[in-house]
């Protein structure tokens, strides 16, 4: 088949450990398949060596784009705008911290000739047992109140660009993945899973069980039912 174009998107936050073999592999990768794709790299506002690895690694590439943030945005506002930086059919948002390798996007895009979200969920996730009770909550979450299996909403995922466009979002904290999946779904547009093996991170440390990002998290799932629920009464 002839693959659809993708934009292959990293977010970096003081990775400079991992940032440069994780694009250099990844672009190898892209070069040597029949597929047309940029690489689209954002440092948000890194602290330590990242920023100049990633300038030292896009030069001379015309395959890949760089932004640089004075500040830290956080992993909510760096994903959209790299989301809504990439160009092509589909956009595969990947992390430059070593967890998901990007072979598996070669395995996933001739899944697009049957599915408009291909979600690359982890077979095993490398957590505590804290983290694990609230990822399993967050993913029981769109099931209970929404219907939507979103599988591992916070995963890496191959997913159309029109629906990126298409769906402006309320969400200002990393519930937006699911928000996303949660409006697609039910405007239509097919998912599926991907399971993958993912490795321990080998630098950077989550922040994804902070109190206050949970406690502003459940406020954006309350807003996002409310928001599905007008909706659904205006059609």
């Not at 291909?118 to 694990?132: D, F, M, N, T, V």
């Not at 995963?155 to 904290?173: D, G, H, Y």
Request: hydrophobic residues 40%; positive net charge; glycine residues 6%.
């Amino acid at each position: 088949m002839k693959f659809p174009s993708v934009s292959v998107c990293f977010p970096a936050y003081n990775e400079e450990k991992t940032v440069g073999r994780v694009l250099q592999d990844a672009y190898n990768l892209l070069i040597s398949w029949p597929v047309e794709f940029e690489l689209i790299v954002c440092d948000d506002g890194s602290t330590d060596g990242t920023g100049g690895i990633i300038n030292e690694f896009a030069r001379g590439k015309p395959e890949v784009r760089v932004i640089h943030h004075e500040i830290n945005k956080g992993i909510r506002d760096t994903f959209e705008e790299l989301n809504h930086a990439a160009y092509n059919s589909f956009v595969f948002l990947n992390s430059t911290d070593g967890q998901w390798k990007t072979e598996s996007l070669i395995e996933m895009l001739p899944m697009t000739e049957k599915w408009d979200v291909i979600i690359a969920s982890r077979i095993k996730k490398p957590y505590g047992w804290k983290r694990l009770f609230i990822s399993g909550v967050f993913n029981l979450i769109p099931k209970i109140f929404f219907g939507v299996n979103t599988y591992d909403a916070g995963a890496v995922k191959l997913i159309r660009r029109e629906i990126i466009e298409r769906f402006p979002l309320i969400s200002t904290t990393p519930f937006s993945e699911a928000e996303r999946l949660i409006k697609a779904k039910k405007a239509g547009y097919s998912i599926t899973e991907f399971p993958v093996e993912v490795e321990y991170r080998k630098t950077g440390k989550s922040t994804a069980v902070k109190w206050n990002i949970l406690r502003h998290t459940l406020s954006d799932v309350v807003s996002v039912w409310w928001n599905v629920q007008i909706k659904k009464k205006l059609t």
